[in-house]
């Protein structure tokens, strides 16, 4: 069964910082895409950050320079470093697996960021 569990949201003032935390089970995390996406309601979800299984990172414009994405082969998570936190990237967060050549793409619950003063 495959798993994939977000921690670290939660309420930060504009400015402020948050660490979100993936942590996989159930596949191959190596192999996969891991990435972070966002939504609000009333929209799309949208992606935020990737990385890919040699560690090279994409990032959404709206993030560049705020926003680091990061993984760990040996304990099967992916990380977002979020800084300068603004209100508009208050959102439910999503972490993704997606393995580039079998197609299979996971998705975690979801974490709640909220940033407000």
């Known amino acids: 069964q495959v798993q994939l569990v977000e921690s670290g949201g939660g309420l930060v003032q504009p400015g402020g910082s948050l660490r979100l935390s993936c942590a996989a089970s159930?596949?191959?995390?190596?192999?996969?895409?891991m990435g972070w996406h966002r939504q609000v309601p009333g929209k799309q979800r949208e992606l935020v950050a990737k990385?890919?299984?040699?560690?090279?990172?994409d990032y959404a414009d709206f993030v560049k320079g705020r926003f680091t994405i990061s993984r760990d082969d040996a304990k099967d998570t992916v990380s977002l470093q979020m800084n300068s936190l603004e209100p508009d990237d208050t959102a439910v967060y999503y972490c993704?697996?997606?393995?580039?050549?079998?197609?299979?793409?996971?998705w975690g619950q979801g974490t709640q960021v909220t940033v407000s003063s």
């Open positions: 993704s697996g997606v393995h580039p050549l079998l197609g299979r793409n996971y």
């Open positions: 990385i890919t299984y040699d560690a090279t990172a």
């Open positions: 159930g596949i191959i995390f190596s192999a996969y895409i």
